[in-house]
């Protein structure tokens, strides 16, 4: 079984350019979750999706996008690129929304931003 | 709110020694509580969960946690260290709103010497 597959891995981008990373999850899961992680603030939670709904929205600017599609794969989106976005962009993958369910995760969109 | 603190960011134990991991958390709905491990560059896979069951959890590679309520704890523990747990660990606190929304602690580096 396939596990959490985010692409691309690695990427350098500008300030000011945007960008859009890509998740396809475990198979017949529906819930996907975003996280950012750095050196600094560690890892924050960026958005839940599930079923093609967001169910919940870390605290992050505006700039911050997500959705997902009805195949489950997911896709977020940071626009006008600042320094401060480069991180290690995490993707999770469950079968159930909510708590209880175990989060499977990607290796991560590394991204760096000059 | 939810929040975990790690106490600790570098943990360092001989080959064989025991391993403790100290997590303490808040929260005001009653928390579901997990440890997760990162090895470099890649992405985080679960050790053991809480979900209100058993106070003693076990999970993979020999590691256990126990959940005390009154303590608001959840150390992690392996009662002999291998080589190849060294890594970053990370508590997380879930459960409210009934989101799959995770707070992560800081980490802990674990470094296992010869």
């Known amino acids: 079984k396939a596990g959490v597959t985010q692409t691309p891995r690695y990427l350098i981008k500008t300030r000011g350019q945007q960008v859009t990373l890509s998740c396809s999850p475990i198979?017949?899961?529906?819930?996907v979750s975003w996280y950012q992680q750095t050196p600094g603030q560690g890892l924050q939670f960026l958005f839940e999706?599930?079923?093609?709904?967001?169910?919940n929205k870390g605290n992050f600017p505006g700039r911050f996008s997500g959705r997902q599609f009805s195949n489950s794969r997911s896709e977020m989106n940071v626009s006008t690129l600042e320094l401060g976005d480069s991180a290690l962009y995490l993707c999770?993958?469950?079968?159930?929304?909510?708590?209880?369910?175990?989060?499977?995760f990607g290796e991560g969109s590394r991204l760096t931003v000059l | 709110a939810q929040s975990v603190t790690q106490l600790g960011s570098h943990v360092s134990v001989s080959e064989g020694a025991l391993v403790l991991l100290r997590c303490n958390y808040s929260?005001?709905?009653?928390?579901?509580l997990f440890w997760y491990v990162q090895y470099p560059n890649q992405g985080l896979q679960l050790l053991l969960k809480?979900?209100?069951?058993?106070?003693l959890v076990k999970g993979i590679n020999g590691f256990e946690a126990e959940f005390k309520k009154s303590e608001t704890s959840f150390h992690l523990t392996k009662p002999s260290a291998h080589m190849s747990d060294a890594a970053e660990y990370f508590c997380?606190?879930?459960?409210?709103?009934?989101?799959?929304?995770?707070?992560f602690g800081q980490g802990t580096t674990l470094q296992v010497k010869p």
């Open positions: 999706y599930f079923s093609e709904t967001q169910r």
């Open positions: 997380a606190v879930g459960g409210e709103g009934n989101t799959g929304k995770l707070i």
């Open positions: 809480y979900t209100s069951a058993a106070t």
């Open positions: 999770a993958s469950s079968a159930r929304a909510g708590p209880t369910g175990e989060l499977f």
């Open positions: 198979s017949g899961h529906r819930s």
């Open positions: 929260s005001s709905v009653p928390p579901y």
